[in-house]
């Protein structure tokens, strides 16, 4: 069975994936550690006649990546799309981040996602067809202050998004990295990030998933979802490195006034 793998499926963009998916027709794995959300999900999806697999895992533990990829085998699934949605944050400075945390972030955000793109990306490679999406964000084209752990992670998400995307290309794989703003999921208030310090608007999860899928099929390298994001993108290039870390830190509204 062919299926499109999202991490991060319970909630937010991960959710909004797996339901245009869904609507597409496509056979489904969906991951989270929440259970009992993505049971739930699970059995929604499915009422629209589409194979729905629930695998769920911690991304947090260094051996969750391989469980999945394991839990593919054991079911006879071949991933064509994989889309690493799993992320976390914590808003406040980096100092003040409990090192608890600080793991959990950099395991997520970093760890698994490699992780997971280095599996099923040579599977995909070895059938010379396939797409990842990688979601990124704009706070990682430079830092945040009060964001800046999550920040730093993203930057690492484009980095090897990039690198990935020129070595796979040759094999007829796909590969994005998606740099959205601030989406109205709830994400960043779950992580302490109080939502009336914010100045940007907010984008419902709708617009990336869109904007993801548009630019995966053309294969584009990274994807701004909004007019917004892409403007807030290029201007950083025109002012000087501390000025667009300043500016950042103020448009995001991580820290208190």
Request: aromatic residues 6%; proline residues 4%; glycine residues 8%.
């Amino acid at each position: 069975m062919r299926a499109t793998l999202i991490t991060g499926a319970s909630m937010g963009i991960g959710e909004a994936f797996a339901r245009e998916f869904a609507r597409r027709g496509n056979s489904l794995v969906l991951v989270a550690r929440s259970g009992e959300r993505l049971a739930a999900l699970a059995e929604e999806l499915r009422s629209r006649k589409v194979e729905v697999l629930v695998c769920r895992q911690d991304l947090c533990r260094p051996d969750a990546p391989g469980r999945v990829h394991d839990f593919c085998l054991a079911h006879s699934i071949s991933v064509d799309i994989l889309v690493n949605c799993a992320g976390l944050s914590h808003a406040s400075d980096f100092s003040a981040i409990p090192p608890e945390k600080a793991e959990e972030l950099m395991s997520v955000n970093m760890l698994a996602l490699a992780r997971l793109s280095r599996l099923f990306a040579a599977d995909m490679a070895a059938d010379k067809k396939g797409g990842i999406i990688n979601i990124a964000s704009i706070t990682g084209l430079q830092g945040v202050p009060g964001l800046g752990l999550y920040a730093a992670t993203k930057a690492f998400v484009l980095s090897l998004t990039e690198s990935m995307h020129e070595e796979l290309k040759e094999h007829g794989v796909k590969v994005s990295a998606v740099c959205p703003g601030f989406i109205d999921t709830g994400f960043f208030q779950a992580a302490g990030h109080e939502r009336t310090n914010e100045i940007l608007p907010l984008s419902p999860p709708e617009v990336v998933v869109r904007a993801a899928l548009k630019g995966l099929m053309k294969n584009r390298m990274r994807v701004y979802p909004t007019m917004l994001d892409t403007i807030l993108a290029f201007s950083g290039r025109l002012v000087p490195r501390d000025t667009a870390v300043r500016l950042a830190g103020f448009l995001s509204g991580a820290r208190a006034n």
